[in-house]
C-alpha cells in the first residue's frame, strides 16, 4: 500500500522546475524532552536559489523506509494541521532527531514526506533530482537506528578510534593496544558493534547515493552522532591494526593474544568488510568511476563476493543508482514510474547492449519475472546462487578469453521491443551432461566445507577437505570419461587438460596478488594446479603416500606430549591415537571428544607440586584450558596452532618431515576450492563433437553453443521455433576461449532472441 492514499492531506504542487518541500518541526514540540509528545512539522515549497551558491540551506534525512504494507508499522504525524501517516522506522528517526535539533529554524528534507509518493510525475521528476538534492544538502544525517544497549559506547569508540587513526602512520600501530570485547574498558565493545553492523540502513541500495555524493554526513544512532570523516578512519584503523598485529602475531602466541585477536578479526573481516564498498564507491564517484553495469552486478547479488541490496520498488535498483553513473548522459536513463519492471530492465538491457555483449552474462533462466525477454537480466531477483563469471571485472583485459576473435557485437532491436537480433555462429550441440546427483553430491561437500570454515575457521579445513575431495573426484572421473575416445582430445595428457581447466573455467587464483588470471599466464600456478588435479583424480588426495606425512606429524606430537608429562601420565593408551593415517589434528580432536574428563584431569596435574612450570604460564595455561574446554572453537583455534608449532620446530631437525611439510603436492585444497566455487549454479556437459564444457545449470541435451560475435565467451542458447531462440547463460567450452571456433570468410549467422 502507499502511505497516505486514505489521507486528506493535500501536497501544493511543485511549480518551479527546481523546487523542492522542506519540513520544519513545529515550535509546540521542538523543546520537548518527552517522546510521548506527537510529531507536528510544517512543510512549505522551496524555490531553487536564484544564482549558484545560494541553495537553500537545509540538511537531508537518509534512512530505512521499513515495511509499508504492514498496518502495524504505521505511525500518525501532523503535517500543516493535518494527519500524516509514515513508517515506524521513520517515525523514530523524527523523534530522535526532533529531540537533537537545538535551533527552530533548522530545515529538514525526507523523502516520504517531501514527495508527494502518488504523484508519478511529481515523483519522477523529484527521484531524477536525488543526486542534486542530496549533494546541495549543508549535512546528510545517516540515520542507523534508534539507540540500543550500549550503542553510545560504540558510536563514541569509533569517533575516537577516528580520531586515534588519523593521527598514526602503520609502524607506529605496534604501540598500540585496541581490545575488542564486551569488558568495559574494551577500545570497541564488541556485541553493539556488531549489531550496528547489521543494521537495515547498510542493505538499502538508495543510501549508496545518498552516501556517495554528500558533502558532509554523520553517522546517528538514537541521540549519537560520529562524522563520516571519523567513522571511515575508525574502520581504516581498525584494518591495518589487524594486518599489522597479525603479520606479528607468531604461531603458538599466548592464549591471551589469539584470543584478543579473534574478537577484532571477526568484527573487521566479517562485519565491517562488508561495509568497505560504501566508502569505496563514494571515491570512485569522486573520480568519475561508476558505470552501471559493474554497480548492478555488485547490488545486485550477481558477484558472490557482493551483497545484495534491497529495494522496495524493483525500479529502484536502476533508479537509486542513476545519479552516481559516470555514463548517464550517454545511457540516457528517464525515471518513469508509469512503466512496468519489466519495461524498465528491457530499456536498461539495450542501452548496456550499445556498450558491448557482457550484460548477456547476466540473464538466468528460466526467469522469475513474466514478460521479461531471456537476453534482459533480472535485477531483481536474488542470484547469490548463480556463480556468473565473478572474477570478470578484476581479471586483466588483456588476459581475457577471446571466444569470438576480433568479431564486433552488432545488436539490433525488431520494432516490437522484445527482441534481440545477434549475429554469430552455431558451433555444437549439447549432447550429454555430467549427473544432477554428482553435481549436487559435490556442491553439497562444498558447502558444508564453507560453513564449517567459517564457523570454526582453519581447524575445519582439513577436517571436512576429505569429504569434498571424494567428491570431486566422482566428478573428474566422469568428466574424464566423457572425453575417452573423442578425437578432439587425442591424447590423456590433452584429456586432462581439458578436465581441470574446464572445471575451473580455466581461471587461476594468482598467489602473488589475488587476482584471475588465465592458466597460460601463470605457468607455475597451472603447474600447482594440475598436480592437485592429478591428486584428486587418483584419490590419494588425504589417502596412500600423503599418510606418510601424517604418521610423521603424528609420531612428533606424540614424543613432544610424552616428554611434556603431562597427558600420558593420565592416559596410558594415548599412543592407538597417534598409531595410523589420519591427520594429526583430526586425532587430537577424536582424543578430547572421547575423553570428556581429560581437562579437569590435565588442571589436577598442572595444580601438583612436583609439575615445574613458571606461576605465570601456569595461570596462561589454565586459563587456555579453560577456554578450550567450554568451546569447541577454543580447540581449534588456541590448542591446535599451538601444537602445529610444536611440529614444526620438532621437524627442522628432521630431514624427511620437513621435506613432506613444505611439498605442496598434497595439498589440493587451492584447486578443490575453485572446483566448488565454479560449480555452483553450472552443469558440467559434453557436446556432440567432443568439446568438454560448464554451462548454466539448467541446460539440456539438444541445446546450442553458439558464439557471439564481439563476446568474449561462448553461449548456451535453445531452439523455439525456426531462428528464434531462448538464452539460457553463458558458458566455457574448452578448445574454443581463443577464437578456434571462428571459420574465416564464412557468412554469419543471424539469432534472434526472445
Excluded at 502518488?118 to 543526486?131: A, I, W, Y
Excluded at 539460457?728 to 543471424?750: F, L, N, S, W
Aim: glycine share 4%.
Amino acid at each position: 500500500m502507499w502511505l497516505n492514499s486514505a489521507s486528506s492531506f493535500q501536497y501544493s504542487p511543485l511549480r518551479e522546475k527546481r523546487e523542492i518541500r522542506l519540513i520544519q518541526f513545529s515550535n509546540d514540540t521542538s523543546d520537548s524532552k518527552s517522546k510521548s509528545d506527537r510529531i507536528t512539522i510544517t512543510l512549505d515549497n522551496v524555490p531553487p536559489g536564484s544564482e549558484p551558491g545560494s541553495e537553500p540551506n537545509y540538511q537531508a534525512l537518509s534512512y530505512t523506509w521499513g515495511d509499508t504494507n504492514d498496518p502495524r508499522r504505521i505511525r500518525r504525524i501532523i503535517v500543516n494541521g493535518e494527519d500524516f501517516f509514515v513508517t515506524a522506522n521513520l517515525y523514530a528517526a523524527l523523534q530522535d532527531l526532533r529531540l537533537q535539533f537545538n535551533r527552530k529554524d533548522v530545515l529538514l528534507w525526507v523523502d516520504a514526506v517531501c514527495i508527494n509518493q502518488l504523484d508519478n510525475l511529481e515523483r519522477n521528476k523529484q527521484v531524477s533530482m536525488m543526486r542534486e538534492i542530496y549533494k546541495q544538502a549543508k549535512l546528510v544525517l545517516i540515520w542507523l537506528g534508534p539507540a540500543f544497549p550500549n550503542s553510545d559506547r560504540a558510536m563514541e569508540a569509533f569517533r575516537k578510534l577516528g580520531i586515534r587513526g588519523a593521527e598514526l602512520t602503520t609502524p607506529r600501530m605496534t604501540d598500540e593496544k585496541i581490545i575488542v570485547s564486551d569488558d568495559d574498558l574494551a577500545s570497541l565493545p564488541y556485541s553493539p558493534t556488531v549489531k550496528l553492523t547489521e543494521g537495515e540502513w547498510w542493505n538499502r541500495v538508495w543510501v549508496l547515493q545518498e552516501l556517495a555524493v554528500a558533502k558532509e554526513a554523520e553517522f546517528v544512532c538514537g541521540e549519537n552522532r560520529v562524522s563520516l570523516k571519523h567513522f571511515v578512519a575508525a574502520i581504516q584503523f581498525l584494518k591495518s591494526y589487524l594486518h599489522v598485529k597479525t603479520n606479528r602475531l607468531e604461531v603458538g602466541s599466548q592464549y591471551e593474544q589469539t584470543k584478543e585477536m579473534e574478537n577484532l578479526a571477526y568484527v573487521v573481516n566479517r562485519k565491517l568488510s562488508r561495509i568497505y564498498f560504501f566508502f569505496y564507491l563514494r571515491a570512485q564517484f569522486v573520480e568519475g568511476k561508476v558505470w552501471l553495469e559493474d554497480l548492478l552486478a555488485r547490488t545486485c547479488g550477481f558477484l558472490r563476493s557482493e551483497q545484495t541490496m534491497k529495494a522496495t520498488d524493483p525500479r529502484d535498483r536502476v533508479y537509486a543508482i542513476r545519479g552516481l553513473l559516470s555514463e548517464r548522459e550517454q545511457l540516457r536513463i528517464e525515471v518513469n514510474y508509469d512503466a512496468s519492471c519489466d519495461e524498465v530492465y528491457t530499456e536498461i538491457a539495450k542501452a548496456l547492449l550499445s556498450n558491448g555483449s557482457r550484460v548477456l552474462s547476466f540473464c538466468r533462466f528460466p526467469k522469475d519475472m513474466e514478460n521479461l525477454p531471456s537476453w534482459v537480466p533480472d535485477w531483481s531477483a536474488s542470484n547469490e546462487d548463480e556463480l556468473y563469471w565473478k572474477w570478470d571485472g578484476i581479471l586483466d583485459p588483456s588476459k581475457a578469453f577471446k571466444t569470438s576473435g576480433s568479431s564486433v557485437f552488432e545488436p539490433r532491436f525488431p520494432s516490437n521491443n522484445r527482441t534481440l537480433q545477434i549475429k554469430g555462429r552455431y558451433f555444437d550441440n549439447v549432447e550429454k551432461i555430467v549427473d544432477e546427483s554428482v553435481q549436487k553430491s559435490l556442491i553439497s561437500k562444498y558447502s558444508e566445507y564453507q560453513r564449517r570454515y567459517d564457523e570454526e575457521r582453519s581447524a575445519a579445513k582439513e577436517l571436512s577437505l576429505r569429504n569434498f575431495s571424494t567428491a570431486a573426484q566422482t566428478y573428474l572421473t566422469v568428466l574424464k570419461d566423457f572425453t575417452a575416445g573423442r578425437e578432439i582430445y587425442p591424447s590423456e595428457a590433452l584429456q586432462d587438460d581439458a578436465v581441470w581447466k574446464t572445471v575451473i573455467a580455466d581461471m587461476v587464483l594468482r598467489s602473488s596478488d589475488r587476482q584471475y588470471t588465465r592458466s597460460q599466464s601463470d605457468a607455475e600456478e597451472a603447474d600447482k594446479l594440475r598436480m592437485a588435479y592429478k591428486t584428486v583424480l587418483n584419490g590419494n588426495a588425504y589417502e596412500d603416500d600423503a599418510t606418510i606425512e601424517n604418521r610423521l606429524c603424528n609420531r612428533h606430537l606424540y614424543q613432544h606430549i610424552q616428554e611434556e608429562g603431562v597427558i600420558p601420565h593420565l592416559v596410558p593408551e594415548l599412543g592407538d591415537y597417534f598409531d595410523n593415517a589420519l591427520p594429526w589434528w583430526e586425532n587430537i580432536i577424536t582424543l578430547f571428544k572421547d575423553k570428556p574428563t581429560l581437562f579437569q584431569d590435565m588442571e589436577k596435574k598442572v595444580h601438583e607440586p612436583d609439575f615445574q612450570l613458571d606461576p605465570g604460564k601456569k595461570e596462561s595455561m589454565l586459563a587456555a584450558m579453560t577456554y578450550i574446554n567450554n568451546s569447541e572453537r577454543g580447540l581449534m583455534e588456541t590448542l591446535l596452532p599451538i601444537l602445529r608449532s610444536v611440529l614444526l620446530e620438532r621437524m627442522e631437525a628432521d630431514e624427511e618431515a620437513s621435506t613432506w611439510l613444505k611439498s605442496d603436492k598434497f595439498d589440493p585444497s587451492v584447486f578443490l576450492l575453485l572446483v566448488g566455487g565454479r560449480a555452483i549454479g553450472r552443469r558440467a556437459f559434453c557436446t556432440s563433437k567432443g568439446y568438454l564444457g560448464l554451462g548454466p545449470r539448467h541446460l539440456q541435451p539438444g541445446d546450442h553453443v553458439v558464439i557471439v560475435h564481439g563476446s568474449t565467451v561462448p553461449f548456451i542458447l535453445r531452439s523455439i521455433e525456426e531462428n528464434k531462440f531462448t538464452l539460457i547463460g553463458e558458458a566455457y567450452v574448452h578448445g574454443i576461449m581463443d577464437g578456434e571456433g571462428m571459420t574465416e570468410g564464412k557468412q554469419p549467422d543471424v539469432f534472434v532472441l526472445c
